[in-house]
């Protein structure tokens, strides 16, 4: 089989996430679009007309007055995703949701039922929830720590496939000649008694048309890391240079193939903030004026973030970075952070001047520039595909009608959609029904 | 103001529910009814070209291969409530989702997020789970008791009110000009701590059109009937008489008043079948037809379903009904047929010949006949509003074709939609946020 192409996904960002203060304040930006399906739905289809695999819906679930403006208030993805579905034909439906608030029947059926509404175009962003005032929203009185936040996602996402086997393909001829609407024996129960979850099941939906929604996973913890190898058909990260990128790329094809998986079938799609322009002269004046126009006082607010929304705003900000707890919600992040600034020596204040300066971006320039950029990145090894964070429709059509036609005419992206479902666009396998694989082959089922 | 219009809600029931074994038979009815977005979606447009008030989608989630047929595969009701959302415009989008199995941010971000989406049309059919094996789903060994469901619920839908009421209508001014997003004195944190839940807030989403989603009830035991005086802004119920839904809706009423509430603002809409044809003949012929199709096999099996699945397969037919725990299941149901056995020394095959028998319809006859029965209903106190169960189209477009107008033309329903939001439509009024009523009042917040 020859190469895939090289994958596209548009992260839709409303008005704005982490570190992107200034963006609802851009003309072509709407400050409502956060909580505007339509703004979604528009958004959906101009990827879809640029033959993007997929959109993708993150998420969280606690905030505070600091919070970034899009997570202050903003659409919950599955819902979202639901109304994007009926709007569009071809594009993958990807939507965050946590494996440590939710219940995996509750959570498996809305995610089974949004890709049945899709035609087969479902994918599950899985998380853990990083913000550990999350928990005060679900009745407990801590975050669960780290590695019972990751043993816990790894059973919820089994259980989750489990559920989703439980009608083979076959279970409903619906045959109004024979009157014969459901075949008994083809609706199989879960009985899973596990550590943290007894299911018995069956779900109560059938088989969809690519069998199991799409698993993306972004964890970048060495937990994270582990559970992404074990379970993930695609995966989120961060790239700042193609060295890193292949680094990460190559360990995590590693790991997925000690697990007995094909690393084939595991495609890294880091986020990148592509900032495109007529000239590449131009492309670094508008990226100087997009970090301009970040606030320092938000910035340093949203620092506390990783810390568990610790409060930085208490130090002098030109003394040397305090020393504080990373505490369990993004801790990776957070002793990153505490880390690079110890060795460099920084004071608080160089410290959030570098978050600040964190979007500048290797994909600046023009068309040619950063088309040529990224076909450098995707041959060199750095990925299988990116995702672009979309706020303004302006600055997404520049990537859609600029870079994408380049990337096209060179080969490195598609012509037109393989398929109608998320796996067959991504080139993954469809899988089989356990119980219909079982039927094949003597032996018991597990 | 005068007395509001006859309500008219469309339970979309896929494939057929409970006692429907034969309705995917009928070549009109889509066998995948059950499964397929663009069936529901062409349903509620017919029901909105009609001016109906709302769509109702049920649910449940404990399955065996005994379930109706819609049970066995059914899409999950807000994801699918969101898809229909964006293919209409005004028609109310109530869904069915349970206190019992849920955590109240998770399910009040989706029916908020359902509200926004649908510009202001979301309502909540507040249930209680009664399939006790519902429990095996959800890591529990066994199913909440009678009282505590029903405690849980007040609770829960308590929390999921202070949580719609996390920001005032005004806290997101956006205005580019003075470069305000947000106002941070509008947000506001629940802080609950009751008996089941402990939620701190707030919810990410901003105040919807219609302020809180519409609260819709449908328990009939005594612990249902006092939830429902409590909390409902609309209940569904069953109703044989006019007799018997005028001593239902007194009662209610009744109810609503003791706990303070205007009964004007608590709707009676039962559930009602109607079977129309050409003629009052043909319409008999119909229903004899109908009852005539339904399996007995089928029906035994689904007598099982309010005594906790009990099997009735392994008792002789013909020996007097027997004596079976009714359990927690759908207790009042449960208790209801094995009185009524009980008093008329009915055998189980009698039991189960009345189960067929009781998709008998008070509303059969010509346009003519069924219009003018549901008026006399409607005028004798009966009812504020009817939900028509749909399953074919046919059927469902001699209701809205031949029946609808002649109420319409003698002013029982409505001509045109007054509102764009559900409360609107139904003639309740718009809940103020506390927190904006607190600031016009000076005493404390509770």
């Known amino acids: 089989m020859s190469r895939r192409t ?20 851009d003309p072509d930006v709407a ?3 956060s909580v505007d ?3 979604y739905i528009a958004r959906a289809r101009e990827a879809e007309a640029a033959k993007f695999d997929l959109v993708f819906i993150v998420d969280s679930q606690f905030i505070t007055p600091d919070s970034p403006n899009h997570y202050l208030s903003r659409l919950e993805p599955l819902t979202l995703l639901s109304a994007i579905a009926v709007h569009t034909t071809h594009i993958g439906l990807v939507g965050t949701a946590t494996t440590s608030y939710n219940e995996p ?8 039922s949004l890709d049945h509404i899709s035609g087969g175009r479902a994918g599950w962003n899985v998380v ?36 989703w086997d439980s009608y083979e393909a076959d279970a409903f001829p619906r045959d109004k000649e024979s009157k014969v609407f459901f075949d008994r024996t083809k609706q199989h129960a879960l009985n899973h008694r596990g550590e943290f979850f007894q299911v018995v099941g069956p779900l109560n939906l059938e088989r969809s048309r690519q069998g199991q929604p799409v698993i993306f996973q972004a964890g970048d913890s060495e937990d994270g890391r582990d559970l992404g ?16 990128a292949r680094a990460f790329r190559t360990e995590l094809r590693r790991r997925a193939a000690e697990k007995g998986r094909d690393p084939e079938n595991v495609l890294i799609m880091p986020g990148i903030f592509p900032i495109v322009a007529d000239t590449d002269d131009e492309a670094r004046a508008r990226e100087t004026e ?55 020596g920084l004071t608080l204040r160089q410290v959030v ?13 023009s068309p040619l520039t950063v088309a040529t950029e990224i076909q450098r990145w995707f041959d060199g090894g750095g990925f299988d595909g990116v995702s672009i964070s979309v706020n303004s429709p302006r600055e997404f059509a520049r990537f859609t009608d600029q870079v994408v036609p380049i990337l096209r005419e060179r080969g490195v992206v598609r012509e037109e959609y393989e398929a109608d479902t998320l796996r067959g666009n991504l080139g993954l396998p469809l899988p089989e029904n356990r119980h219909t694989a079982a039927r094949r082959t003597p032996e018991p089922v597990r």
């Open 353 to 365: 001047q570098r978050q600040l300066d964190a979007g500048r971006s290797p994909f600046v320039g």
């Open 229 to 244: 190898a074990a379970i993930a058909d695609a995966i989120f990260t961060h790239a700042a240079t193609l060295e890193q």
């Open 105 to 112: 029947f509750n959570l498996a059926r809305r995610l089974y």
């Open 290 to 344: 997009i970090l301009g126009a970040k606030s320092f006082d938000k910035a340093l607010a949203e620092l506390g973030r990783p810390f568990g929304w610790h409060d930085f705003r208490q130090y002098d900000l030109d003394a040397p970075f305090p020393d504080v707890d990373p505490g369990s919600s993004f801790r990776t992040q957070a002793e990153g952070i505490a880390r690079h600034a110890r060795e460099h």
């Open 37 to 39: 399906v339509h703004w």
């Open 128 to 163: 853990t929830s990083g913000d550990a005032g999350t928990a005060g929203n679900y009745s407990r009185d801590e975050h669960y720590d780290y590695p019972t936040r990751y043993s816990r996602a790894l059973e919820h996402v089994r259980v989750s496939q489990g559920l």
């Open 6 to 25: 090289l994958k596209l996904g548009a992260i839709l960002l409303g008005a704005g996430g982490p570190g992107q203060h200034h963006t609802w304040l």
């Open 31 to 33: 400050a409502d679009a």
